[in-house]
């Protein structure tokens, strides 16, 4: 596959992983890089974010990345060792460390073991190469079973995408941690904008357990060096493969065996269709019935009745599918009823809800809920 000319990087294994890296770094040290960042709105947002969303955005020459260990609720000396690591980091690749984001993934409230760390990170300055993507995508993994990576070619660049997540998932302004890289040259202006567009109808559309993270955070870079592009075939570019990213973080899902979209369409408006596809996809009902193969409607009709604010959602103009099969307001046959199951043992499930109201639409990606998201989540740190 093609990979973006101008980036540099490293991964190595620091201690907090067994067996595996635990530790990525990959910037653009020369060259007009431009860049665009989100971060969560978490209340409890980590050290790592709120050093990065502390600086300019669009100054960011490339990020780092210490998984297995978050870096939140741990106070001042979090907030140090954060700055720590940016500037250890930084000698890595040959940046400053306000160039690049910081950021972090793991366990909250435990502080990082900088007597290992430290010595660590120290032996690695100067030694970056040409970055290796692959090996970025899965040193940023905690619970993921795969890494997870998305090229695209676009006029004469190339767009390479990375992404971890797989629970405490429900983006609010960003994302689990997902980074992209081009040689494009994009204005840092229309990147920002063009940026935070794609990411509100991609990661900020998907939900595994309607847990907002601590330690969210999105970034793209951009080292200019193979020169500009369409910005319209860009954004469809990026697009693309930001979309593709969230399908495999829904599918990844902790203990997940299932994709689910819900496809709303005829809402008020399209925040109102997310509001309802969120809801949906969010419900335990809707989830466990998909796991179990149930096409019970009944279960997406109350998740749409929870919003009782939305008082133009009238159930006389409510429609409801499976995989394009009406089941509400029409009678549902035992015929209908056996080849809906059947259906829902596959791996991708699509649920399409038609509110009757005007033209909003919005699409909205997650899982089923299985024993295994409740095995892994209720032994996370024991």
């Avoid at 190339?158 to 971890?164: H, L, S």
């Avoid at 929870?306 to 394009?324: A, M």
Wanted: charged letters at 20%.
């Amino acid at each position: 596959m093609p990979q973006p000319a101008g980036f540099v990087g490293a991964t190595a294994n620091l201690g907090l992983k067994e067996g595996a890296d635990d530790f990525a770094v990959v910037a653009a040290p020369s060259g007009p890089v431009t860049s665009a960042a989100v971060f969560t709105r978490s209340r409890f947002a980590g050290a790592s974010v709120q050093v990065s969303r502390a600086e300019d955005v669009s100054a960011y020459r490339g990020m780092v990345t210490v998984s297995k260990n978050a870096n939140v609720a741990t106070g001042p000396v979090g907030h140090a060792n954060a700055l720590d690591v940016r500037r250890l980091a930084a000698d890595v690749v040959g940046v400053r460390p306000e160039e690049l984001l910081v950021a972090s993934t793991g366990v909250i409230g435990v502080p990082y073991p900088m007597d290992v760390l430290t010595p660590a990170i120290e032996k690695l300055a100067g030694t970056a190469g040409e970055a290796d993507f692959a090996a970025a995508a899965a040193a940023i993994m905690t619970t993921d079973t795969i890494a997870k990576i998305e090229t695209r070619s676009v006029g004469g660049a190339t767009i390479v995408g990375i992404a971890k997540g797989v629970g405490m998932i429900e983006p609010n302004m960003a994302t689990m941690l997902t980074y992209f890289f081009s040689d494009a040259a994009v204005p840092a202006a229309d990147l920002d904008a063009l940026f935070r567009r794609v990411v509100d109808v991609t990661f900020n559309a998907v939900s595994i357990d309607t847990d907002t993270s601590t330690s969210d955070s999105a970034g793209i870079f951009c080292s200019g060096a193979a020169g500009p592009v369409d910005l319209g075939e860009f954004e469809s570019a990026l697009h693309s493969a930001a979309l593709a990213l969230v399908k495999k973080i829904a599918s990844d899902g902790e203990g997940a065996s299932k994709l689910i979209s819900v496809s709303v369409t005829g809402a008020r408006d399209d925040a109102q269709a997310k509001l309802v596809g969120k809801t949906v996809v969010n419900s335990p009902l809707v989830k466990t019935a998909v796991h179990g193969a149930d096409p019970n409607w009944g279960r997406i009709a109350m998740a749409i009745g929870k919003l009782h604010e939305e008082t133009d959602i009238s159930p006389e103009n409510v429609r409801i599918s499976f995989g394009g099969a009406e089941t509400y307001p029409v009678p549902v046959s035992p015929d209908l009823l056996a080849s809906l199951s059947a259906y829902l043992t596959g791996d991708e499930i699509s649920i399409e809800i038609d509110l009757g109201i005007a033209s909003g639409q919005f699409t909205v990606y997650g899982c089923d809920l299985t024993d295994g998201y409740i095995r892994i989540n209720a032994d996370y740190t024991t």
